[in-house]
Nanobody
């Protein structure tokens, strides 16, 4: 089992940057694919970015390509989401999720509690 804790959210002006972290418990975190999801009011959680177990493969939502970057440090059991050139449409609660078999937009078994990101115009 994996427990996930997100951090790094906050309030930022449009054009600014934030780096989110997803810290995982468990010695086998390197066996899990990880995704970052975003939920905005009235919408379901949508995939923002995903990274494979080794970090060698990534996937991004079209809306964040070129602005966001996902990475992981398996030695630290942590996945990062670097978010640049933020705009108000990026506002939402960001969740990380992990699963051994699921990739990108599939159903993940483990979820963090979420961290709020608010981008002011």
């Amino acid at each position: 089992q994996v427990q996930l804790v997100e951090s790094g959210g906050g309030l930022v002006q449009a054009g600014g940057s934030l780096r989110l972290s997803c810290a995982a418990s468990g010695r086998t975190f390197r066996s899990y694919n990880v995704g970052w999801f975003r939920r905005t009011p009235g919408k379901a959680r949508d995939l923002v970015a995903a990274i494979s177990r080794s970090g060698g493969t990534t996937d991004y939502a079209d809306s964040v390509k070129g602005r966001f970057s996902i990475s992981r440090d398996n030695a630290k059991n942590t996945v990062y989401l670097q978010m640049n050139s933020l705009n108000p449409n990026d506002t939402g609660v960001y969740y990380c999720a992990a699963d051994i078999t699921t990739w990108a937009r599939g159903n993940y078994a483990y979820w963090g509690q979420g961290t709020q990101v608010t981008v002011s115009s």
